[in-house]
């Protein structure tokens, strides 16, 4: 019985000693980038890629690549190529998910569509084209609560518009005018700071583009999403 257990020792050995060295290459890739890449790259994660000999980075905006040394990386998205499905966007979203239930829901806009069942929350630009061509899609998409984060990073122009929405009398109104059809929302004065914890809470996250829409589980989709492609990562959140 004591040899057996030698034996079985040693195979939980054998078997762990792969994930050991995984965690020492990972670890000192991600020292050497960090070193390469400067203080202002900040590294969250650096893990096997799909691609043998091809690390996954996570700088928190995006996911770029690298051979284990660090010392050549790549920019873009790794496509499979039997199935034809983005990899880099599929684990940019898994790693970067976000826990909705602890969004500050009353710093957004609320609007709600039919029964309201379907979440998203969105961080949004009121100057950025494509925000205004998201909201073009989900204006015709029913069954839906959507929540939206003011995001205003466009520059001073987009500040101002932002808040002139937030303090309307009807923010939710006042935001499909203006996305819709440009209409001004005017300019009522209230208690803007909601918009500056957006920032924060969006640049916590690594938002940096807009729009960024989250799925109820969590999941980002960046960008003017298409209506078939919303529909179908909706669809997957029942």
Not at 50 to 78: C, F, R, T, W
Not at 97 to 113: E, F, G
Not at 120 to 142: G, N, Q
Request: glycine letters at 6%; proline letters at 5%.
């Amino acid at each position: 019985m004591k040899r057996v257990l030698v034996s079985i020792a040693s195979v939980l050995a054998i078997l762990a000693a792969p994930a050991a060295r995984a965690d020492a290459t990972t670890d000192a890739l991600k020292a050497a980038l960090q070193k390469r890449l400067g203080p202002e790259a900040t590294i969250r994660g650096v893990e096997r890629s799909a691609m043998p000999g091809v690390y996954e980075v996570n700088v928190g905006s995006q996911l770029i690549y690298s051979d284990a040394k660090g010392e050549h990386v790549l920019i873009g998205n790794m496509i499979d190529t039997a199935s034809g499905e983005n990899l880099t966007q599929t684990r940019f979203s898994q790693v970067n998910r976000i826990d909705v239930s602890k969004l500050p829901l009353n710093d957004a806009i609320k609007t709600v569509k039919g029964n309201g069942r379907r979440k998203l929350y969105v961080f949004s630009d009121p100057r950025c084209p494509y925000c205004h061509r998201l909201e073009e899609t989900l204006k015709d998409m029913k069954d839906l609560t959507i929540y939206t984060f003011l995001y205003p990073v466009l520059g001073p122009e987009s500040v101002d518009k932002a808040k002139s929405i937030w303090c309307a009398k009807d923010r939710t109104q006042a935001w499909r005018d203006w996305m819709l059809d440009k209409k001004d929302p005017g300019n009522a004065t209230c208690d803007t700071t909601a918009l500056t914890r957006n920032r924060a809470l969006g640049e916590s996250y690594g938002v940096t583009g807009t729009p960024t829409v989250v799925l109820a589980d969590g999941s980002r989709l960046p960008g003017a999403v298409p209506a078939a492609e919303l529909e179908k990562a909706l669809a997957r959140q029942r």
